[in-house]
């Protein structure tokens, strides 16, 4: 799928990447990937995903195209099986919670202990804390998602599936870590595919 980037130079191949959401149930995953992929925000009533689904969306980051195949999984711990299934071939993962649910932020740990068991050891994680519109209901401040992300040496975003806050930057960041080029000739981009 080779083409002409905006700077004039050749770009070869198409990159895909499989990327995982991952999070306590009500943390916002599946609202992320809806405010993603369609640029909206359904509110109401809390519909908790049964199982796992999956979107496929492109993005160009650094003229390269990237095809994210972003899977959303459940997280209701009786869903846990099914979703460790698809750690291991997940090329980036977005761990989130809610920056209103205390208890969302701290099983943060234990996700990570679970994507270091399941998922490749070169997986590229980032942190999101979630809902930040929801700013009078604050119980993680900033900076305790920040020192987090630090200790595990992990990016870190606030996004809000609301409002659309940092929502594409964060899909975009994942692909940016993980795309993998090289300038191969003075005008020329190579890719491989993943
Ligand atoms: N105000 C606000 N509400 C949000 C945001 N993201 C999600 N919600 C709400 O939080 C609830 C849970 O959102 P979901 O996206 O279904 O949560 P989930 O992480 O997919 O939950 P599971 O599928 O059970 O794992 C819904 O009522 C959403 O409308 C946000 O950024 N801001
Ligand atoms: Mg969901």
């Known amino acids: ?33 809806v405010q993603f992929d369609q640029g909206k925000f359904i509110p109401g009533s809390f519909s908790a995903t049964v199982g796992i689904g999956f979107t496929n969306k492109v993005v160009t980051v650094d003229n390269v195209k990237v095809k994210l195949q972003i899977w959303d999984t459940a997280g209701q711990e009786r ?13 980036a993962l977005l761990l989130l919670y809610d920056i209103t649910s205390k208890s969302s932020f701290d099983n ?8 270091h068991e399941y998922a490749q050891s070169d997986v590229v994680i980032m942190l999101l804390g979630n809902k930040t519109d929801m700013s009078s209901e604050r119980a993680i401040r900033r900076d305790e998602g920040e020192r987090l992300a630090r200790e595990y040496s992990v990016p870190f975003m606030e996004t809000s599936a609301k ?5 594409e930057l964060a899909f975009t960041a994942v692909a940016k870590y993980k795309t993998v080029y090289t300038q191969w000739h003075f005008n020329t981009v190579h890719t491989w595919l993943l």
Request: net charge positive.
């Open 1 to 33: 799928m080779n083409r002409i980037g905006d700077k004039g130079q050749l770009v070869i191949g198409c990159v895909l990447l499989q990327t995982i959401l991952v999070g306590d149930s009500g943390v916002g995953k599946t609202s992320l990937l």
């Open 79 to 91: 869903f846990r099986s099914v979703t460790h299934a698809y750690y291991r071939d997940a090329h």
């Open 108 to 115: 943060i740990r234990a996700w990570l202990t679970e994507i």
């Open 163 to 167: 409002t659309g806050v940092n929502v």
